[in-house]
Antibody
């Protein structure tokens, strides 16, 4: 079955760049679908960050667009998130997911922004 | 940007109750909407897609309706495992989540 797994540092310093990778198994990214990132600050709701198509075309949440880069590596069947100039407000559980209306999700990874 | 207003933000209900949650879109989104259930410490689980289509494996007590700007998730008879937080998500223009509805035990 389709599985997604996030990985990356759990602690990032303010003003630095948050980098996460989502490894996909059970489905080839090259076969289709959008692949996206969603986050959830502790105790709060869900926020879409952005998505990438298998071809590499991207679209981002307008409120985060200036700081977000999402890329895909079809050879490794994974996609990645970079969020620059982070602050404490970027502390959240970060999820990767498949689809415009996501059907498969990773388990999530907590990223804390703190010095 | 499309805003999704979800109500209520929380509710208390008993096992067996009928529960209704509403999402209103700031502009028409056809039926480009889904509903998700999230339990503490877990990723969201898709219940409904295309506003009213039941995800495979989801109990039939869950149903969705609506089109355009008004959408509803109904749980016909609340079960103990249904106590969770529910979110709507529109994907007509970018993606926007509703604020969530926490369903608690009465």
């Amino acid at each position: 079955q389709v599985q997604l797994q996030e990985s990356g540092p759990g602690l990032v310093k303010p003003s630095e760049t948050l980098s996460l990778t989502c490894a996909v198994s059970g489905y080839s990214i090259s076969s289709g679908y959008y692949w996206g990132w969603i986050r959830q600050p502790p105790g709060k709701g869900l926020e879409w960050i952005g998505s990438i198509y298998h071809s590499g075309s991207t679209y981002y949440n307008p409120s985060l667009k200036s700081r977000v880069t999402i890329s895909v590596d079809t050879s490794k069947n994974q996609f990645s998130l970079k969020l620059s100039s982070v602050t404490a407000a970027d502390t959240a559980v970060y999820y990767c997911a498949r689809g415009e209306l996501p059907d498969y999700w990773g388990q999530g990874t907590l990223v804390t922004v703190s010095s | 940007d499309i805003q999704m207003t979800q109500s209520p933000s929380s509710l208390s209900a008993s096992v067996g109750d009928r529960v209704t949650i509403t999402c209103r879109a700031s502009q028409g989104i056809r039926n480009d909407l889904g509903w998700y259930q999230q339990k503490p410490g877990k990723a969201p689980k898709r219940l409904i897609y295309a506003a009213s289509s039941l995800q495979s494996g989801v109990p039939s007590r869950f149903s969705g309706s609506g089109s355009g700007t008004e959408f509803t998730l109904t749980i016909s008879s609340l079960q103990p495992e249904d106590f969770a937080t529910y979110y709507c998500l529109q994907h007509n223009s970018y993606l926007t989540f509703g604020g969530g509805t926490k369903v608690e035990i009465k």
